[in-house]
């Protein structure tokens, strides 16, 4: 069985700011990493996937992520927010060979002026 | 191509009564699934289509039945909706179940209260 935890279900953050969503995860055997986010009354769109390769992923509009195996980490990250990336962002994660989706409750992006 | 398509985006029912929600997607993908989104619990898979005839149990399908229509249509029914099913339901499909790149594709989501 795999298992995701979002630490903090809300990240209120300033314009321009630097900001962090974590994510770990916890499985006995290796998985596929996954950021998706929701903006307001939409469904979810993929923001960057873990498969394997290197730890550092990039993803769309300026996200980017960090797999930390010995931590089992998968942080989002980005250098400086907008008000439009104000969402709610799901970290997933899946075992290969398997097609299912395991996802954590969710973080919400707050982003102000 | 409209990717995945979800039928109706809101409904209201009374305990009790019946409904299908519908999902298409025009990607030509095999696997098809149904979630629901609960305020704090995230998505939880209901059921998954990995092909066409084919269907499996996700984490909580109780309550529900599914039907894979063809390649392109995977349907959810409630058959005697319950206060605990008011929820939003997401549709997604994906190219190849089990492949390493898989990656899944979300519809819009149907907005389901139960009176």
């Known amino acids: 069985a795999q298992s995701v935890t979002q630490l903090d279900s809300q990240v209120p953050v300033f314009e321009e700011a630097p900001v962090e969503l974590r994510c770990n995860y916890s499985?006995?055997?290796?998985?596929?990493l996954f950021w998706y986010v929701q903006y307001p009354n939409q469904g979810l769109q993929l923001l960057l996937k873990?498969?394997?390769?290197?730890?550092l992923v990039k993803g769309i509009n300026g996200f980017e992520a960090e797999f930390n195996k010995s931590q089992t980490s998968f942080h989002l990250r980005k250098p400086s927010v907008h008000i439009s990336d104000t969402a709610e962002y799901f970290c997933?994660?899946?075992?290969?060979?398997?097609?299912?989706?395991?996802f954590g409750k969710g973080t919400m992006l707050l982003v102000s002026p | 191509n409209a990717g995945v398509t979800q039928t109706p985006k809101f409904q209201v029912l009374k305990t009790g009564q019946s409904m299908t929600l519908q999902c298409a997607q025009d990607?030509?993908?095999?696997?098809m699934y149904w979630y629901r989104q609960d305020p704090g619990m995230g998505l939880r898979l209901i059921y998954y289509?990995?092909?066409?005839?084919?269907?499996d149990k996700g984490e909580v399908p109780n309550g529900y039945n599914v039907s894979r229509l063809n390649k392109r249509e995977f349907s959810l029914r409630l058959e005697s909706a319950a206060p605990s099913q008011t929820s939003v339901y997401f549709c997604?499909?994906?190219?190849?179940?089990?492949?390493?790149?898989?990656?899944?594709?979300f519809g819009p989501g149907t907005r389901l209260t139960v009176l």
């Open positions: 499985s006995s055997v290796s998985v596929y």
């Open positions: 997604a499909s994906s190219q190849q179940e089990k492949s390493s790149t898989d990656t899944q594709y």
């Open positions: 990607m030509n993908h095999n696997s």
């Open positions: 289509s990995a092909s066409e005839g084919t269907t």
């Open positions: 997933a994660v899946r075992t290969p060979g398997y097609s299912t989706l395991t």
């Open positions: 873990y498969l394997s390769g290197s730890t």
